[in-house]
């Protein structure tokens, strides 16, 4: 199973860009975006869960950035609005074949992990 995260690149603050994220096979139950700022750890940004109308985001990112899937192509997204230097990162799509628990959505306990995809917003 692979992963393929694609839609990185460059942007300027206040711009938008959207991510996606490409499952080769299976059906993901719980899905994800996490991010890696050079010389920081890994930090979740958004989550979302196969029939469950919630989203779940981080604080940093509420109301800038949406998630979403499309089951029927076995892909995840991402739009980012608003986007602010400090969202300079790679992106990582990150897939769990079944439901994650409230918990756990913002921990590394996926399955599966996309390479990353690299976003960079320039001031």
């Not at 779940?56 to 995840?76: E, H, M, P, Q, W």
């Amino acid at each position: 199973v692979q992963l393929q995260a694609c839609g990185g690149g460059l942007v300027q603050a206040g711009g938008s860009l959207s991510l996606s994220c490409t499952a080769s096979a299976l059906a993901f139950n719980t899905m994800a975006w996490f991010r890696q700022a050079p010389g920081k750890e890994r930090e979740f940004v958004a989550a979302i869960r196969q029939s469950d109308p919630n989203r779940y985001y981080a604080d940093s990112v509420k109301g800038r950035f949406t998630i979403s899937r499309d089951n029927a192509k076995n892909t995840l997204y991402l739009q980012m609005n608003s986007v602010k230097p400090e969202d300079t990162a790679v992106y990582y799509c990150a897939a769990n074949r079944n439901r994650l628990v409230l918990s756990a959505l913002t921990t590394p306990r996926y399955d599966y992990w996309g390479q990353g995809t690299l976003v960079t917003v320039s001031s």
